[in-house]
């Protein structure tokens, strides 16, 4: 079956960074849009970025833009998120996603067919 493992989270100051990486296992992994979203407590699942079959096209939420970059890596089944600059409003729980859809589509996550069980961002001093 279709796995997303998601990697890489943990306590960081604001200001520092950290490397986000997810797995894929179980799927034809250059048919997907990839995504990453996350979730804060209280607060819906959002947006945060996502990238193409092909990775030549990227696209952000604008609160992370200039400070996340995502990137894949098609012959090893991965998808990271290299974030900067971090924020305390940062903090949330990261999700790593799957999509046969449209790329038109990945800004919503009622477009995504798979999903990864998350990593806990904190930034806080």
């Known amino acids: 079956q279709v796995q997303l493992v998601e990697s890489g989270g943990r306590l960081v100051q604001p200001g520092g960074s950290l490397r986000l990486a997810c797995a894929a296992s179980g799927l034809t992994f250059g048919n997907h849009v990839m995504g990453w979203f996350r979730q804060a407590p209280g607060e819906e699942r959002q947006f945060v970025a996502s990238?193409?079959?092909?990775?030549?096209?990227?696209r952000y939420a604008d609160s992370v833009k200039g400070r996340f970059t995502i990137s894949r890596d098609n012959a090893k089944n991965t998808v990271a998120l290299q974030m900067n600059s971090l924020k305390p409003e940062d903090t949330a729980v990261y999700y790593c996603?799957?999509?046969?859809?449209?790329?038109?589509?990945?800004?919503?996550?009622?477009?995504?067919?798979?999903w990864g069980q998350g990593t806990q961002v904190t930034v806080s001093s």
């Open positions: 990238i193409s079959r092909s990775g030549t096209t990227t």
């Open positions: 996603a799957a999509s046969q859809k449209y790329y038109s589509e990945s800004y919503y996550a009622r477009s995504y067919d798979f």
